[in-house]
């Protein structure tokens, strides 16, 4: 994951907790306020009904028993009634045991020994990866058990003629809706039954359990009046197929969401090989519309002149033979004057200059030359082009 991406996410879930905190702020501390204030109310109450009671010694009572609350004492049980009832009965404690390994940790039960707070480091360090293997190897075989389940009502659908991505909507629907009437509803209408539950508690008990959120304040099996030692083992139970399920759902939308991945980069990949492709094929068009790119611009031609005429030579020089007579041009040839064509290459300019070089030597004229000890200017005018018609070769007595 990049580092901008990690950090957009961390912004994300930031602020997801600041929302979540000031809706809990307003929504919770009203409550807390009023019932700070009935208890004031309660205890003045008290101490105008018992003058001989102090305030103080009021105070030091009350925090007695929230302590004693804390420890795992029930206000409900006195000595008469329910004196066999604990809370760390075989049921009880088996159920400790599983809120441990299943990491949901409700708190109504609390260790106080030190013997049981070290146990209980070594015993979570052993269960909770032993309990993970477990859930995934159950998972999977819910998780099989219900989509070949599904695959037969598939089947029934394509006879049907169903299209089958409508099918997989479908499947994916009753899996979900399998599940949660399996692990949802109906532990929802039960808990409301056995402990006397609103239907709001029960679901709200149900979701917080399965999400192992575990916040404490209703635990199945907890109230003394629950006296079956199979009820809270029982309960277990359902919670390690519920979270097996929802290991199941987790799982199939990682694998949704992977194939999409997948999917989708190869579908990338293709728009941007035929964007690629359309690309190419526009330049292709473009360039053979608008022609070759042309070369840049040479200088300005001056304008054909005829060869200056031939000096006079020295005596002594034997006389150049005169220049055989060229043969007129053919009609078919075009009657404007020859101009420059511009060249691509250096070695055709060079190839171009030593061919007119030839044909003044031809006509016998040679080219005059610098005087020694005297330098060229730095830009001579440049000869006068002329065409590369089919010219007659140079007859091999004629001297250069």
Same mark, same amino acid.
């Given at each position: 994951?990049?580092?901008?991406?990690?950090?957009?996410?961390?912004?994300?879930?930031?602020?997801?907790?600041?929302?979540?905190?000031?809706?809990?702020?307003?929504?919770?501390?009203?409550?807390?306020?009023?019932?700070?204030?009935?208890?004031?109310?309660?205890?003045?109450?008290?101490?105008?009904?018992?003058?001989?009671?102090?305030?103080?010694?009021?105070?030091?009572?009350?925090?007695?028993?929230?302590?004693?609350?804390?420890?795992?004492?029930?206000?409900?049980?006195?000595?008469?009634?329910?004196?066999?009832?604990?809370?760390?009965?075989?049921?009880?404690?088996?159920?400790?045991?599983?809120?441990?390994?299943?990491?949901?940790?409700?708190?109504?039960?609390?260790? *106080?020994?030190?013997?049981?707070?070290?146990?209980?480091?070594?015993?979570?360090?052993?269960?909770?990866?032993?309990?993970?293997?477990?859930?995934?190897?159950?998972?999977?075989?819910?998780?099989?058990?219900?989509?070949?389940?599904?695959?037969?009502?598939?089947?029934?659908?394509?006879?049907?003629?169903?299209?089958?991505?409508?099918?997989?909507?479908?499947?994916?629907?009753?899996?979900?809706?399998?599940?949660?009437?399996?692990?949802?509803?109906?532990?929802?209408?039960?808990?409301?039954?056995?402990?006397?539950?609103?239907?709001?508690?029960?679901?709200?008990?149900?979701?917080?359990?399965?999400?192992?959120?575990?916040?404490?304040?209703?635990?199945?099996?907890?109230?003394?009046?629950?006296?079956?030692?199979?009820?809270?083992?029982?309960?277990?139970?359902?919670?390690?197929?519920?979270?097996?399920?929802?290991?199941?759902?987790?799982?199939?939308?990682?694998?949704?969401?992977?194939?999409?991945?997948? *999917?989708?980069?190869?579908?990338?990949?293709?728009?941007?090989?035929?964007?690629?492709?359309?690309?190419?094929?526009?330049?292709?068009?473009?360039?053979?519309?608008?022609?070759?790119?042309?070369?840049?611009?040479?200088?300005?031609?001056?304008?054909?002149?005829?060869?200056?005429?031939? +000096?006079?030579?020295?005596?002594?020089?034997?006389?150049?033979?005169?220049?055989?007579?060229?043969?007129?041009?053919?009609?078919?040839?075009?009657?404007?004057?020859?101009?420059?064509?511009?060249?691509?290459? +250096?070695?055709?300019?060079?190839?171009?200059?030593?061919?007119?070089?030839?044909?003044?030597?031809?006509?016998?004229?040679?080219?005059?030359?610098?005087?020694?000890?005297?330098?060229?200017?730095?830009? +001579?005018?440049?000869?006068?082009?002329?065409? *590369?018609?089919?010219?007659?070769?140079?007859?091999?007595?004629? +001297?250069?």
């Amino acid at each position: 994951m990049r580092s901008t991406t990690l950090l957009a996410l961390l912004a994300l879930v930031l602020l997801y907790l600041v929302s979540g905190a000031l809706v809990f702020q307003a929504l919770e501390q009203p409550h807390e306020q009023q019932a700070q204030r009935e208890l004031g109310e309660v205890r003045e109450k008290f101490l105008r009904a018992h003058p001989c009671v102090s305030d103080q010694d009021l105070g030091i009572f009350i925090k007695d028993v929230a302590d004693a609350l804390g420890g795992g004492a029930d206000p409900d049980i006195n000595s008469s009634s329910n004196s066999n009832h604990s809370a760390w009965d075989l049921g009880s404690a088996f159920f400790f045991s599983g809120t441990i390994i299943t990491t949901i940790g409700y708190g109504n039960a609390a260790l *106080r020994t030190d013997a049981g707070r070290l146990f209980c480091i070594f015993y979570a360090l052993v269960g909770i990866p032993l309990f993970g293997i477990l859930l995934a190897g159950v998972g999977d075989r819910l998780g099989s058990s219900l989509r070949r389940g599904i695959g037969h009502i598939e089947a029934i659908f394509l006879k049907w003629h169903v299209p089958p991505g409508l099918v997989r909507i479908l499947s994916a629907v009753l899996f979900l809706l399998i599940g949660c009437l399996l692990f949802v509803l109906t532990p929802t209408f039960v808990f409301c039954y056995v402990e006397g539950w609103s239907k709001l508690e029960a679901i709200y008990f149900v979701v917080v359990t399965l999400t192992t959120v575990g916040f404490g304040d209703y635990v199945a099996g907890a109230s003394p009046n629950q006296s079956n030692a199979a009820y809270q083992p029982l309960v277990w139970f359902w919670i390690l197929l519920g979270l097996a399920y929802f290991a199941s759902v987790l799982t199939t939308i990682g694998n949704w969401l992977r194939v999409v991945s997948r *999917r989708t980069r190869a579908e990338m990949g293709g728009l941007t090989a035929q964007a690629a492709s359309w690309t190419g094929t526009v330049t292709a068009r473009v360039t053979q519309r608008v022609g070759p790119t042309a070369p840049p611009p040479l200088e300005k031609e001056r304008p054909f002149l005829p060869p200056p005429p031939c +000096p006079a030579q020295p005596a002594g020089r034997p006389p150049s033979p005169l220049p055989v007579k060229a043969e007129p041009p053919s009609p078919s040839s075009p009657s404007t004057p020859p101009t420059a064509s511009a060249l691509d290459y +250096p070695s055709e300019n060079l190839a171009f200059i030593d061919e007119s070089s030839d044909t003044q030597s031809e006509r016998g004229c040679a080219l005059p030359r610098a005087p020694r000890g005297r330098r060229r200017p730095p830009n +001579p005018p440049r000869k006068p082009a002329r065409p *590369r018609g089919p010219g007659r070769p140079r007859e091999r007595g004629v +001297p250069a």
